[in-house]
């Protein structure tokens, strides 16, 4: 018998929420990271169904990587009146058995639960493959694996087969599932941000814009708030796609936690969300009208290559190099410079940690050194929760004795056609990306730790005019506050609006 919504609200989804709790504390942490899956609490899973548009009279709800059926259970508690199919993979022995007990909660004639213990990947493209999606499904509501894909596992040559080049189990998902969809069919799924940018999921990001529209983005302030009871630090959002619609506007919810007791609403034409002319296809997450748009960087105006400048990842990858690398500086060795040698502003060289210093000076190492010049650079990762997520440093080459140096893999350098740059340019630079507008730029269009040097390339700059004297004012200040750089940086932009 169908359980009434009011029961299954008060009692169905609370008993499911007791479930998962006793499954989670079944599953060594080992497995869990084998799985790449984390079930989702009882309040998240209420809002993804939430997303959804009005009762259907009949839906066809896909749930891939179900666990042990929240999703499910909240698409119930919200649809149950309507006659629902319901198609749950789920591969894991010990998740199969509690999810078989969620399905068997809702037996009624207006339900048909089919438990499908088979691999998503495999079953999905088999079924594209011969043209078996039959009517499609109307809902997708998904909590995917998040772990990645080897180039040459079986899964990534099963995605190649469809068109679908992923490098993540949970685009791969995401992208399946959307391929399995009716037109109109609607899919609502939690995922990490990082599909947003980067080259890698480029063509996971052209293959959705190309099938669905991108209706709604939900965020939460804390990269802990979506999974609290696993400690998973990523920042994941929520996204609603619709299979075959027109592209619309785009609403962006936010909240401080799963309570959504402050939610955040506004909506964005998408060319906010995916800059018009951008071959990366870019996803741009603003947290208000007035903030995540890079016309909200004040000077940003230049791209690198209009101002003759170029940045590059530090080409020396020290476990390659084991041999040649020196915990002090010796006498046929030049500098070896790594995040660790940067910090509370200034560089400090060589410094005692489990980091060499050095780096022998030989045929085999040269073609990975760069002239002793001023550099800037951005450290590569930044902490969890770290208040910056973009960090720049100077690199001084008054501090070195040698003709050459060498960055480690770990920091982003500019440059020069791989040389120095000018002084003031390089604290012109320092200044400018250590600004707050650039930070918060940043943030809302990276949603992980990582800085790349495609994500520097692809931001905006001062001009070499305006770098110079921002550079010019940063050596007569020393190390100045944030404050002082924000006000500087405003300053020199307000001057520009008044010439």
């Keep these: 018998m169908l359980i009434p919504p009011a029961l299954a609200e008060g009692a169905t989804l609370i ?100 438990l499908i213990q088979r691999d998503f990947i495999q079953d999905a493209v088999y079924n594209i ?59 609502v799924a939690i995922i990490p941000r990082s599909f947003c940018n980067g080259p890698y999921y480029k063509p996971f990001r052209e293959w959705v814009f190309a099938r669905a529209s991108l209706d709604h983005l939900h965020l939460f302030d804390s990269r802990t708030s979506a999974f609290t009871d696993d400690a998973v630090l990523q920042e994941n959002v929520i996204i609603k796609l619709v299979r075959g619609k027109k592209q619309g506007l785009v609403t962006i919810t936010s909240s401080s936690n799963t309570s959504f007791s402050d939610l955040r609403a506004h909506a964005y034409p998408f060319s906010q969300i995916v800059h018009e002319g951008d071959p990366q296809r870019f996803i741009h997450i603003p947290s208000s009208p007035t903030h995540g748009s890079l016309d909200s960087v004040p000077l940003a105006t230049c791209s690198l290559d209009e101002l003759g400048l170029a940045v590059s990842t530090g080409p020396v990858v020290d476990f390659r190099l084991k041999e040649y690398l020196r915990a002090e500086p010796t006498p046929d060795s030049v500098p070896l410079l790594y995040p660790t040698h940067f910090s509370g502003g200034g560089l400090a060289w060589p410094r005692q940690s489990k980091k060499p210093n050095a780096l022998v000076d030989a045929p085999e190492t040269r073609k990975w050194m760069f002239p002793v010049g001023f550099y800037t650079v951005v450290r590569r990762f930044s ?23 060498g960055f480690e893999n770990h920091l982003n350098v500019f440059h020069s056609r791989k040389h120095g740059l000018d002084q003031d340019t390089a604290y012109g630079l320092s200044a400018f990306l250590n600004s707050t507008a650039v930070d918060e730029y940043f943030r809302r269009f990276s949603g992980h730790t990582q800085v790349n040097a495609t994500d520097l390339r692809l931001l905006r700059y001062p001009t070499l005019t305006e770098l110079r004297q921002l550079g010019e004012w940063a050596r007569r200040a020393g190390r100045p506050a944030q404050m002082q750089i924000d006000e500087q940086v405003e300053s020199l932009h307000g001057r520009r609006q008044n010439r």
Excluded: C
């Excluded at 066809?60 to 179900?66: E, N, T």
């Excluded at 789920?90 to 998740?95: H, N, Q």
């Design 15 to 114: 008993a499911v929420d007791q479930v998962r709790h006793a499954a989670n504390g079944s599953l060594h942490p080992k497995r869990k990271a084998e799985l790449g899956q984390f079930m989702t609490p009882v309040p998240v899973a209420r809002f993804m169904a939430a997303l959804f548009a009005e009762t259907p009279e009949r839906a066809r709800l896909l749930d891939a990587g179900a666990g042990v059926g929240s999703l499910t259970a909240a698409f119930m508690d919200r649809f149950g009146p309507s006659w629902v199919q319901v198609a749950a993979y789920e591969v894991d022995p010990t998740m199969v058995e509690f999810l078989r007990g969620t399905l068997a909660r809702f037996e009624g004639s207006r339900f048909d639960g089919k």
């Design 129 to 187: 493959k011969l043209g078996r999606m039959r009517q499609g499904f109307t809902h997708a509501i998904m909590n995917p694996p998040y772990k990645k894909i080897n180039s040459g596992s079986s899964h990534r040559a099963l995605l190649r087969a469809v068109g679908l080049e992923t490098v993540n189990l949970y685009t791969a998902f995401v992208g399946l599932a959307i391929e399995l969809m009716a037109p109109g069919g609607e899919l």
């Design 383 to 405: 902490s969890k929760e770290e208040p910056r997520r973009i960090v720049a440093h100077v690199v001084d080459p008054g501090m070195f004795g040698t003709n050459v140096l």
